[in-house]
């Protein structure tokens, strides 16, 4: 497929939100090349900021953001016997103490 000169192609970083959420297991498929994202969303559960309004009592709509409680932290993993590191949500954390490291990983995708 030809495309005009200086047209650029979407690919896997697509900017559109819900096409880099269908790709984002492909993005961490593999935790050694995964880029380093400054993106604030869960590795695990792919939770991200949630947009939203502060209303006055003139009714008066202000743009609101609620950001993720994300945690960066090295992961060891027993079967793997490496450490990863992860941008996790609070609430990653704890899946990750009740299924395990490697289950958990897996399961997203990011091993």
Known sequence: MTFPQGHVQNNVYANNITQ???????LFSDPFTRPQAMSRICEL????????????????KTNHVQQPNLQTRRVFV????????????TKA???????????????????
């Open 93 to 111: 954390l704890r899946s990750l103490d009740k299924k395990g490291a490697y289950a958990a990983l897996k399961e997203a995708g990011l091993i």
């Open 45 to 60: 559960t792919g939770k991200r900021r949630l947009n939203g309004h502060r209303v006055s009592h003139s009714n008066i």
């Open 20 to 26: 880099r959420k269908r790709f984002l297991p492909l």
């Open 78 to 89: 027993p079967e793997l016997k490496k450490y990863i590191t992860v941008k996790l949500s």
